[in-house]
């Protein structure tokens, strides 16, 4: 299932996780239903986690059912089977996403999991997701190093790759969980593993500061990628993974830079303006 064209995953769900106060539901909803009008594959728009944990995403559920019909496919992050139990139960979502961290500190951090009982918890979703005919989406979590002093080497991430291959799953997102990856890493890993894995989708999702975005951005795409992940200015992270949030790759950014290569994104210009003059609002 190699992908052909650009295929741009807007996460509004990332750039809302770690917001320090609740973004109240409508909000989230007209900001999401803008978001559906400019023509992204797909929304990340929410996650189907413990309350707890991420008190920004309690409303998941309730959010789902105001947005609009869109050509834009919907992606719920799970973190266990409970939450793909509530996720597969609704018609509107097409895509679970599930964080598989290849460093075993933040699996426990962000799943309380060991990288083993998580690969459990992979392919019992991966069955859910057959049943009720939605497609698993892997993040490859700390895909390009930790700071945990954790085992990390690009033959770790291949072989995770292969594990999930093996078992069905073909669309994998090599994440940057605290944007410490380098270009040199970023276009290494990548170029791998496209070749290697050919019916699979290989894509990034990039924290990054703006110091870094363009390096990172140029060797994922010199890599092959065509598969990005991104968020409207930027905005968001991993709020398990420490103190300070690395922002998302910028989706702005990431536009401006595909029309400087003559890639088409298909984007709504004038839709995502106005969705950008929404985030100011919201994200203040």
Same mark, same amino acid.
């Given at each position: %299932?190699?992908?052909?064209? #650009? ?21 989230? *909803? ?79 951090? @962000? ?49 995770? *790759?292969?594990? %999930? ?27 791998? #593993?496209?070749?290697?894995?050919? @019916? ?53 950014? %990431? ?6 290569? @003559?890639? @088409? ?12 003059? %929404? ?6």
């Amino acid at each position: %299932m190699s992908v052909s064209k #650009l295929k741009l995953i807007e996460c509004p769900r990332d750039a809302m996780q770690g917001w320090p106060h609740f973004i109240p539901t409508q909000q989230k *909803v007209a900001y999401i239903n803008s978001l559906l009008k400019i023509g992204f594959d797909t929304i990340d728009f929410g996650s189907f986690v413990s309350p707890k944990a991420i008190p920004q995403m309690a409303d998941t559920a309730e959010v789902l059912q105001s947005l609009n019909d869109s050509n834009s496919k919907l992606l719920a992050i799970i973190a266990n089977e409970r939450g793909a139990q509530d996720a597969v139960s609704h018609t509107r979502i097409d895509y679970l996403g599930f964080p598989f961290s290849i460093s075993e500190t933040f699996q426990q951090r @962000n799943t309380n999991s060991s990288i083993k009982e998580s690969f459990s918890r992979v392919l019992a979703i991966q069955e859910l997701c057959v049943q009720h005919h939605k497609k698993l989406v892997v993040y490859i979590s700390m895909g390009f190093g930790n700071p945990y002093g954790d085992p990390y080497d690009p033959e770790i991430v291949s072989h995770w *790759v292969q594990e %999930m291959v093996n078992n069905g799953i073909d669309i994998i997102s090599i994440a940057d969980t605290v944007g410490l990856a380098t270009a040199d890493q970023v276009y290494t890993t990548i170029s791998k #593993l496209i070749p290697a894995f050919p @019916n699979t989708e290989i894509g990034v999702h990039l924290h990054s500061s703006p110091e870094n975005r363009a390096a990172k951005m140029t060797a994922a795409y010199d890599a092959g990628c065509k598969r990005f992940d991104g968020a409207i200015r930027g905005i968001g992270g991993c709020p398990m993974a420490g103190d300070a949030l690395v922002g998302n790759m910028d989706t702005e950014f %990431m536009v401006d830079f595909f029309r400087e290569k @003559n890639a @088409n994104t298909g984007l709504d210009m004038e839709a995502l303006k106005e969705s950008s003059f %929404m985030a100011n609002s919201i994200f203040i």
